[in-house]
């Protein structure tokens, strides 16, 4: 059974960074196409950005294009977040999911396993 864990979370000021990280268990995460989702209260789970298996293309929320990267760590067995140029906006929980297949999706039930959510709050 895969396990995700998220960690790195945490305030932070407008225009800060974090890099936010999924680390995996019982699985090599490579085999995975990987997606990162946000939640904030009373809004619908949506896609920040995902990558695939293989290939290692990517795809990117037009919110978050530019200034959020996600890569792959193999040595870890790990899939980063990274995310610079924060705004009040990005505040949210971030959650990492995987699926078993090649093409990473954009919708939550395109995913199979998910992390319990790091929370990211953006304030001055």
């Known amino acids: 059974q895969l396990q995700l864990v998220e960690s790195g979370g945490g305030l932070v000021q407008p225009g800060g960074s974090l890099r936010l990280s999924c680390t995996a268990s019982g699985y090599n995460l490579n085999r995975f196409a990987i997606g990162w989702f946000r939640q904030a209260p009373g809004k619908e789970r949506e896609v920040v950005a995902c990558?695939?298996?293989?290939?290692?293309?990517?795809h990117y929320a037009p919110s978050v294009k530019g200034r959020f990267t996600i890569s792959r760590d193999n040595n870890k067995n790990t899939v980063n977040l990274q995310m610079n140029s924060l705004k009040a906006d990005d505040t949210s929980v971030y959650y990492c999911?995987?699926?078993?297949?090649?093409?990473?999706?954009?919708?939550?039930?395109?995913?199979?396993?998910w992390g319990q959510g790091t929370q990211v709050t953006v304030s001055s």
């Open positions: 990558v695939s298996s293989g290939r290692e293309s990517t």
């Open positions: 999911a995987a699926v078993d297949d090649v093409f990473c999706g954009i919708t939550p039930d395109e995913y199979d396993y």
